[in-house]
């Protein structure tokens, strides 16, 4: 089993539209969990950490399932803009803050 | 204040040909990493570093080696390119210990544009 596992997609949605993204992860260990957002030949930029608790922000919502361990993603209301690859990043334990990150999931927002 | 910069952004080599690749953070972060992004794989591990004059190896670190002589640099080596090297570069930094702002703040890796190297 990979550590970090996503659908790499594509999605393709609607304007407008409301689209998850899960990610599962392999160790019940893992501390911390975050989406980054990757544009075409750009670099991987944080979108957001995701907590315990769940976090929002905006129209993105994120969720941890640490039972079933799986991170998500919601997007609400897609914007064109908000095309892009995310990516699903999830802490090594064990010191100096190596993380795995899974291959990303591809969104396409048409008009 | 630039961030993380890489150079050079594109390059070409023939096969065993070397060369390398300086990434550059003024943001005083103790770790820096190198990645390799290939089609269909998550970004993969090559070298890291917790601290000047400090490295280490990460998933992928064969036929790489780097070297982080400042603070502020960390530079990734091909002795022998092949074309099996043929990927984007990343070079990534983070700030070590525990900061105000919890694990957003602390864990955050800020990356490089990255630097797309072909290997014919």
């Known amino acids: 089993r990979k550590e970090v596992e996503q659908d790499p997609g594509p999605f393709n949605v609607p304007e407008g539209a409301t689209v998850a993204f899960n990610c599962t992860y392999s160790?019940?260990?893992?501390?911390?969990f975050f989406w980054y957002r990757q544009d075409c030949r750009k670099e991987p930029k944080l979108l957001m950490s995701?907590?315990?608790s769940g976090n929002e922000d905006g129209r993105f919502t994120a969720q941890l399932n640490r039972a079933s361990q799986y991170i998500s993603l919601l997007i609400r209301d897609s914007k064109l803009s908000d095309s892009a690859t995310y990516l699903c990043?999830?802490?090594?334990?064990?010191?100096?803050?190596?993380?795995?990150f899974g291959i990303g999931t591809k969104l396409q927002v048409i008009p | 204040n630039a961030g993380v910069t890489q150079t050079p952004k594109f390059r070409v080599l023939k096969t065993g040909q070397s060369m390398t690749l300086l990434c550059a953070q003024d943001?005083?972060?103790?770790?820096m990493y190198w990645y390799r992004q290939d089609p269909g794989m998550g970004l993969r591990l090559i070298h890291y570093?917790?601290?000047?004059?400090?490295?280490a190896k990460g998933e992928v670190p064969d036929g790489y080696n780097v070297s982080r002589l400042k603070k502020q640099n960390f530079l990734l080596g091909l002795e022998s390119a092949a074309p099996s090297q043929t990927s984007v570069y990343f070079c990534?930094?983070?700030?070590?210990?525990?900061?105000?702002?919890?694990?957003?703040?602390?864990?955050?890796?800020?990356f490089g544009p990255g630097t797309r190297l072909t290997v014919l």
């Open positions: 160790n019940s260990a893992s501390q911390s």
């Open positions: 995701v907590y315990s």
């Open positions: 943001m005083n972060h103790e770790y």
């Open positions: 990534a930094s983070r700030p070590s210990g525990i900061l105000a702002g919890g694990p957003e703040t602390t864990d955050t890796q800020y």
């Open positions: 990043v999830v802490n090594k334990p064990g010191g100096y803050q190596k993380v795995t």
């Open positions: 570093s917790v601290g000047e004059g400090t490295t």
